[in-house]
């Protein structure tokens, strides 16, 4: 078990191919070993959401996750849906609403709010709060970023998208 | 927003056109944090960079009978294991005490325990390898002979002469007593109704969402030592590692980029902290710790432990007569140092009947050691337990004498036109707000609606309630709060600002952030004064080699210490700019103004100069300037009150609820906070630090709370366990102001993030109560579990 193993996978659409141990997570995989270090740990034990990141388009939390369970993989992190663009409107959102203050919680609660953003175009404010009540955010008070979240459904829709 | 008078009599300079005070502009630099790019310490990496963990004790109290750790040496990537003993040779051993809080004792506390550990937690041994995983694999190799001690955790037990003492020299386990006796309490309490009750608040924590980390780099080439720390106090901190490592300050630089949560958790300096500075300088590389969240639960400070009885007179026209107290808190088995952790109970003492004008008071507040992790400042320091119990206490008169809950306020609350005046414990208050604050609170929430709304529910067996609470703030603390007491914890704040050589500006300021927005309102205040659009100015921060000496942000000064140095700092280059300007254009700087980045005409705003022209003049042409003139392109200002030792301030919050009387459960339906935090320089900002603050405060009356077993075992050290507010209990939170500018500073700025924390529980409490009148049950515990809700109502 103490050997390392080969692992191919797809990290913000570049192909990886690496060496690790079978007991590394993939968060730490993408923070250590790729310095991907927008995906943080708040917990490590599944709780704080701090480490979501997209895996073959559904959100997971990568401190519960081997990277070798990631094998052939596509993997997302923030700094890939920042780069790609597809957040954009999301963060100006957060940007305008302050709905973030120390910024520790904002990757995984990026990368929740867009998964809920795929799957109902304009849900109300209950159910933004039900859907972000596994990312545990310290600092804000959730009301901003549920007021975030709420404008950028709406201006969606408005756009059609 | 009620502004209930005009800062001042002549134009001030925040009052400039384009001025950015008083604006919801979004912070600079935000961008960073939302793509995932911001630096947190625990992303930092260094060459040559090591990792320790610490193998802490199991035991709440034990000796340390041997440690071996052959094996674990031995182990694939280990470079060191430290004991207690070895590392005591690089750093001496600290006492928590302030000479100002008398009497307050502890005992010396090594940053790796040697021989004895007095809670479980306390780092036995240190495990330096190349990895985290590395060191965690080589910890299980270590064995540790304990001989198991006698654990004092019940801080009232602690007391008992019985009791084991936890530090045989200090004699016995109370660490400090403080008691105060104003106006006459017995003669008021003789002829009113008394009302009496037991207050008690569960021990939390701050759950900051990164954990504490530091990367220690001690370069023997240099001898110098870079502390990367998430930190509230980087000067503090360097003071501190110099002081007990042996180096002068000069040889410590602390910086501090992003910080992932603070709320008085990263204001401390902790032993494991000390240990990694230390193990740095001792293995000659840089060394990094980041607290996992096991033990962040364990080590990090816990925050509240008190029990206080408490005891109000009140009159049947709803005159409160007197206030008494008599608290007990449990502080751990050290005094946390710097700050000492017997501040909270004094600030208790402080603030308890705070808004009231009465002014019989007597109070007496014990602070205990206990087998358990250390105890110290959080978020709203003694707030909380102060307003809880003002707040409960006066809710309890008025259910006594069938007054509604806003008239005996209304009675009773200094009036606004009483300032300035001094509370019974001796606080100096400027100018508070408490009657606008209160009429406003009633106006928003609409009082008499939710009234008959909740008796309308209430016949349909819906059970929901409202809660209000009155408190004071204690804000911008001058050196009256450490300073005094001989700890080497700056009050004063400072901010340099420079002109660069294309017209804009660096700012270098003392303060610190933490996500509230520090370096928004630098800049907004900068830009301000000076004329120069926002997106010109840069603010530097959290570094000791390139900052002013300073305070950092801690107990709500970032705005009100540091904004107004910013203030003053901004001022003074204004004026050089506008000398230099005078001497270009062969004019007076009474004739110019800067506005939108360049010398205007200040009679009719015809554009003169602009300040990227004028800099290149300065720095690349001075041969062209008259002669005898040396431009300064650069004005450093320093500030703290001086009248005040604190700028109190003060807010009202409401609650309302609803009580599943069948299985317990609360849920919140809405709040609303009314504070007064004088000059308002980004409204969005100062809300969200008040919802969060709030939501703290929410956490603290429903869920929080470090449960330990009567062995001192923590059982509850994970967030799976220990439940904080998520976005789903959560309600919306609406917030009001009253502005009473300072008078102590230009900017008139006092801060706003303790507010929401200090009030948030007791509105809670009291809406509960108030919910739950018709069943005559009364609770005075937090945080208000199911549990606590059910055995209240006999239910079990
Ligand atoms: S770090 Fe993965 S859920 Fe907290
Ligand atoms: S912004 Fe700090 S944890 Fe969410």
Known sequence: MNAPVPVSLLVNGEPIDAFVLPRLNLADFLRENLKLTGTHVGCEHGVCGACTVRLDGEIVRSCLMLTVQAQGASVETIEGLSDSGEIADLQAAFRERNALQCGYCTPGMLITAQDLLKHVSVPDRRAIREHLSGNYCRCTGYQAIVDAVEATAKMRAERGV | MTVTRAPADTLSVLDRPNSYIGKTVPRPNLDRLLQGRGQYVSDLELPRMAHVVFLRSPHAHAKIAAIDADAATRMPGVISIVTGRELEAVITPWVGVLSHLKGLKSAPQHAIAVDRVCWQGEAVAAIVATSRAAAEDAMEHISVDYEELEAVTDM??????????????????????????????????????????????????????????????WNPAEARLTIYQGTQAPHMVQNIAALHLGLREAQVRVVCKDVGGSFGIKVHIYADEMATYALSKLLRRPVKFVADRVESFNTDIHARDHRCRGRIGVRPDGTITAFEIDDLTGIGPYSMYPRTSAIEANQVVNLVGGPYATANYRARARVVFQNKNVMCQYRAVGHPIACSVTEGLVDLAAAKIGMDPVEIRRRNLIADDAYPCASPSGMKFERLSHHASLTKLLQMMDYDALRAEQAALRARNVHRGIGIASFIEVTNPSAA???????????????????????????????????????????????????????????????????????????????????????????????????????????????????????????????????????????????????????????????????????????????????????????????????????????????????????????????????????????????????????????????GHVVSPTQESELGAKGAGEAGTAGAAAAVANAVNDALRPFGATITEIPLTPQVILTALGRI
């Not at chain 2, 405060?697 to 449960?707: N, P, R, V």
């Open chain 2, 156 to 217: 009232r037990a602690a007391l008992d002469p019985a009791a084991s003492v936890i530090h045989a020299a200090l004699g016995d386990n109370l660490a400090f007593e403080r008691t105060l006796d104003a106006g006459d309490v017995d003669l008021a309490l003789s002829g009113s109704e008394l009302v009496e009750a037991d207050f008690v608040f569960g021990r939390h924590t701050g759950v900051t969402l990164e954990p504490r980390a530091v990367v220690a780099d």
């Open chain 2, 481 to 735: 709060f450490y300073g005094v007491g001989g700890a080497k914890i700056s009050s004063q704040d400072g901010v340099a600002v420079r002109l660069d050589a294309q017209g804009s500006v660096i700012c270098q300021t003392s303060i610190t952030e933490q996500g509230q927005g520090s370096e928004s309102l630098t800049a907004q205040i900068v830009g301000s004064v000076l004329g120069v659009s926002m997106e010109r100015v840069r603010v530097t921060l959290g570094d000791t080699d390139n900052t002013p000496y300073g305070g950092g942000t801690w107990a709500s000064r970032g705005a009100g210490i540091g904004g107004e140095a910013a203030l003053q700092a901004a001022k003074a280059l204004r004026e050089n700019i506008l000398n230099v300007a005078a001497a270009i254009l062969q004019s007076t700087p009474a004739e110019l103004d800067i506005v939108d980045n360049g010398v205007v005409n200040a009679a009719d705003g015809a554009p003169r100069i602009d300040l990227n022209e004028l800099a290149r003049i300065v720095y690349f042409r001075p041969d062209t300037l008259p002669p005898g003139i040396q431009p300064e392109l650069m004005a450093t200002r320093h500030f703290v009150p001086r009248q005040y030792p604190f700028a109190f301030t003060n807010g009202v919050q409401a609650s309302w609820l609803e009580v599943d009387t069948e299985t317990g459960f609360v849920q919140l339906l809405k709040h609303w906070v009314v504070e007064d935090c004088g000059t308002i320089i980004n409204p969005q900002l100062v809300d969200e630090q008040i919802r969060g603050g709030v939501v703290q405060g929410l956490g603290a009356a429903l869920f929080e709370k470090c449960i330990y077993d009567e062995r001192g075992q923590l059982t509850n050290a994970n967030m799976a366990d220990y439940l904080v507010p998520m976005s789903g209990e959560m309600p919306d939170i609406e917030i």
